[in-house]
């Protein structure tokens, strides 16, 4: 009976420390993606080179990689994709439009998933609103649908949206 005891002791504590140690790594890259800033943490993503390119040329890196805090309706790579080339190359050449745009993402303050599912609508840093709205239970943000939300950085919070938003 001892025996059993202790086996079944040892198997806990085996299984205990198995746990432990797989959620170890996911831990550690939570914490190490809270230590960036909205800017660094967009760049490690992969998903938004395109946003900081534009961010860049426009300007803007600097104040979202700034104090804060920020929420970032940040369009995707395969978002961008889907402008016409030529409205990207418009936008390119006119800095104060570009910054409009990028700015239109852009909302003071920190806003989780959870609360901006309670939002009709949030000021942008260009300065007009943005309607919000949920769909069967998905965010949606101007037309844009929140793909991934609740990206923390050190200076605020980005949403991935499958859309470029135009002001």
Do not use: C, F
């Given at each position: 009976m001892k025996r059993i005891a202790l086996v079944a002791v040892l198997a806990l504590a085996l299984a205990v420390g198995a746990a432990t140690a797989a959620a170890a790594p996911a831990a550690t890259t939570r914490a190490e993606a809270g230590q960036k800033n909205l800017v660094q943490t967009a760049i490690a993503a992969g998903q938004f080179k395109t946003l900081a390119a534009l961010l860049t040329r426009a300007g803007l890196a600097g104040t979202l990689a700034g104090q804060g805090p920020f929420t970032v309706f940040a369009p995707t790579d395969a978002a961008f994709a889907k402008v016409p080339k030529a409205t990207l190359a418009a936008l390119g050449r006119n800095k104060a439009k570009l910054r409009a745009v990028l700015l239109?993402?852009?909302?003071?303050?920190?806003?989780?998933?959870?609360?901006?599912?309670?939002?009709?609508?949030?000021?942008?840093?260009?300065?007009?609103?943005?309607?919000?709205?949920?769909?069967?239970?998905?965010?949606?943000?101007?037309?844009?649908?929140?793909?991934?939300?609740?990206?923390?950085?050190?200076?605020?919070?980005?949403?991935?949206?499958?859309?470029v938003l135009i002001p």
């Open positions: 239109y993402h852009v909302v003071k303050g920190k806003v989780p998933a959870a609360q901006a599912m309670t939002l009709k609508s949030a000021k942008t840093l260009e300065g007009k609103s943005v309607p919000i709205r949920v769909v069967n239970g998905k965010v949606i943000v101007g037309g844009a649908t929140v793909v991934k939300a609740d990206v923390m950085a050190t200076n605020g919070i980005i949403h991935a949206i499958d859309k």
